[in-house]
């Protein structure tokens, strides 16, 4: 036999043999990389209505295929709709298919083969007529042959504040929601179905029922919800970590319209108190509740001129002082009214002549008359020396250093020596004087120093005549320290009388006042009780 020899023959054949399986294998793994592949890991089912399927293997999925001669086939019924069979043959117009079997065309399921370790994917379920649009999830552990249900016809049940679109329901088959991560759903609501309800497009959420056996408002929870995308039929969105096995509304609230009167789903008494009210104790005040209470400048339920005439005032004739109307005083008016007398009201009620001109004149005269002759009478006593002879001033330097050092107080200690030697006093007397005042510039020659929470501290260990001395013989001025001193007492009588409480009563105000006697003005009184909440003018009213 020519040619080639044998075993020539068997290398040939053994390289194609290679070749033939290299090629397909490479074949297999494109073939299942395109159509079998997700991106978990592992082949990914097609998703399929729950319907029954044919000998085909088409009927089912929610679309008509006329190569398998569907009529129809399940959501995709228009040719007849609601009269679509398991069969995918349209029943004559006379007869419908039984909701049962016709509400299995709206559960969907979602199956995967395998999902590795720490794997996430998702899917999309885009039907123009469903909110659902699809999910993303994640694995925690590996995990084979599990399904997402997706029933996208749930009936309503019970009442829900808010105007809901459509509700669906996502359960879990042969895996554990404790296994399941980033549960986001996305979803879809149209234009048209917002414009009809009115619906105030940044308000819809999709909400999750936590309790199946209770649909009351309450059961509802929002979950975050993100608006993704604004197109030409639909709005877009994004729910983060919904969870599962649940059943979910898209639902959203309509445009607030407040000031019509009344109180719309979107309204409440947080943002439309004029139209949803306030909760007990509290009144609408431009559109805000505010608590109920008398003198607050707003005349609240219950209030009148004798429950509260600082918000509600008072009749003619009458004024709000110390929480109750009062008639207002006409004396001074030259008219001796009824209520007034010699003692009340004297401007008014003696006669006008011992009010002339004429009468003061003549009581001066008297006077001048009778205290003449007691002046003019009396022995004379000897001028003082020191008045005749006027005595120089004379200050030591001691004192004179002492003053210095008392008007530079706050300088430091080494700043003010040399201050003084500058001035013209020997370093030695300076650095004495200095060393008197030791113990009390520490304290004193702090920045900002303040006197009257040092004195304020000293009075809580010492009396307060012990107080005094020492803060005069330590450089102050014995001025500033009554002053200081004085102000302090005036508060503690303050706070020992109540004054800084309620109720701020006339009576509770004279007590004070008599309790104060001469040693304080009017001014530090009427300053005192002003920051403690006292009307001014009612205050100056009553000094006058």
């Not at 330097?397 to 030697?421: A, C, G, S, V």
Request: glycine residues 6%; neutral net charge.
């Amino acid at each position: 036999m020519g040619g080639w020899p044998l075993h020539k023959y068997f290398d040939v054949l053994i390289v194609l043999f290679f070749v033939t399986s290299i090629f397909s294998f490479a074949a297999f793994e494109i073939g299942f990389s395109k159509t079998n592949q997700n991106k978990i890991t592992g082949s990914f089912a097609l998703i399929t209505g729950a319907t029954h399927i044919n000998a085909s293997g088409a009927c089912g999925n929610n679309e008509i295929e006329e190569k398998n001669k569907e009529e129809c086939d399940g959501l995709d019924d228009y040719p007849c709709p609601r009269r679509c069979t398991d069969k995918c043959t349209c029943l004559p117009a006379s007869k419908r298919v039984l909701d049962l079997s016709y509400s299995a065309n709206y559960l969907y399921n979602f199956y995967f083969p395998n999902a590795s370790n720490h794997s996430s994917s998702s899917f999309t379920f885009d039907k123009p007529q469903f909110a659902f649009n699809g999910m993303e999830f994640g694995v925690v552990s590996e995990q084979r042959g599990f399904s997402f249900l997706v029933n996208v016809n749930v009936t309503k049940q019970g009442s829900l504040n808010a105007i809901p679109y459509q509700y669906f329901e996502v359960t879990l088959r042969n895996i554990t929601e404790t296994n399941i991560t980033t549960t986001n759903v996305t979803f879809k609501v149209p234009k048209s179905w917002v414009s009809e309800k009115g619906i105030d497009p940044k308000t819809i959420v999709l909400k999750r029922l936590m309790d199946k056996a209770s649909w009351t408002p309450e059961s509802w929870q929002d979950k975050t919800t993100i608006r993704t995308a604004d197109e030409a039929l639909y709005y877009k969105f994004k729910a983060v970590n919904v969870g599962l096995n649940a059943v979910f509304v898209v639902a959203g609230l309509p445009e607030i319209n407040c000031g019509d009167g009344v109180c719309g789903l979107a309204e409440n008494k947080y943002n439309c108190c004029t139209d949803c009210g306030c909760s007990v104790g509290n009144t609408c005040v431009e559109n805000t509740c505010r608590e109920s209470k008398c003198g607050n400048q707003i005349v609240d339920a219950g209030e009148n001129s004798e429950t509260c005439c600082m918000d509600a005032g008072c009749p003619s004739g009458q004024s709000c002082r110390f929480g109750s109307c009062q008639i207002i005083s006409s004396c001074s008016n030259s008219v001796c009214e009824k209520d007034e007398g010699l003692l009340s009201c004297p401007q008014d009620c003696i006669k006008p002549l011992f009010f002339k001109p004429g009468f003061y004149a003549l009581i001066f005269i008297v006077i001048i008359a009778l205290a003449a002759p007691h002046y003019l009478l009396r022995p004379r006593k000897a001028a003082k020396l020191s008045k005749l002879i006027p005595m120089p001033k004379i200050v030591s330097l001691e004192t004179e250093i002492r003053q210095e050092i008392i008007k530079n107080i706050f300088m430091p200690r080494n700043e003010l020596k040399k201050h003084l030697t500058d001035k013209g006093y020997s370093p030695e007397l300076a650095e004495k004087i200095l060393t008197e005042f030791k113990p009390a510039i520490p304290p004193i020659a702090k920045k900002k120093f303040d006197l009257r929470k040092h004195a304020e501290a000293l009075l809580e260990t010492k009396p307060i005549e012990e107080v005094k001395s020492e803060l005069e013989l330590n450089g102050w001025p014995a001025e500033q320290v009554r002053q200081v001193l004085k102000s302090i007492l005036l508060e503690k009588l303050a706070l020992a009388h109540e004054m800084h409480i309620g109720p701020r009563s006339r009576e509770k105000f004279q007590r004070f006042r008599r309790a104060c006697g001469t040693l304080y003005s009017r001014k530090e009184i009427i300053d005192l009780l002003e920051q403690y909440g006292w009307d001014r003018k009612t205050l100056e009213g009553e000094f006058s």
